[in-house]
């Protein structure tokens, strides 16, 4: 089993940038692959980026050069750091923790999710 909770969300004007943090609990959080989805009102949740427990990396092209996914695996925490943010990146977004890949499938644990909002 494995808990995951989100922090960093908020209100943020448009070009600004906001950092994410996930934190997990459980001794095997090194062995999953950990990521971000997103959910913006009305819309299905998407995916953003993932950080592979092999040390790989793969971000939606919506979000690349911008979003940047990392891991600390000492502290058991994800993290994602989002720059240049745009009003369309106003969306709940979500820790997920996986065996398989995030981008192909539904993870195995969601967090509860983080609201990000950015102002025009």
């Known amino acids: 089993q494995v808990q995951l909770v989100e922090s960093g969300g908020g209100l943020v004007q448009a070009g600004g940038s906001l950092r994410l943090s996930c934190a997990a609990s459980?001794?095997?959080?090194?062995?999953?692959?950990m990521g971000w989805f997103r959910q913006e009102p009305g819309k299905e949740r998407e995916f953003v980026a993932e950080f592979l427990w092999t040390g790989g990396t793969y971000s939606a092209d919506s979000v690349k050069g911008r979003f940047t996914i990392s891991r600390d695996n000492a502290k058991n925490t994800v993290y994602l750091q989002m720059n240049s943010l745009k009003p369309e990146g106003t969306a709940v977004y979500y820790c997920?923790?996986?065996?398989?890949?995030?981008?192909?499938?539904?993870?195995?644990?969601w967090g509860q999710g983080t609201q990000v909002t950015v102002s025009s």
């Open positions: 459980g001794r095997t959080f090194s062995t999953y692959n």
């Open positions: 997920a923790a996986s065996r398989n890949y995030l981008r192909f499938g539904p993870p195995d644990y």
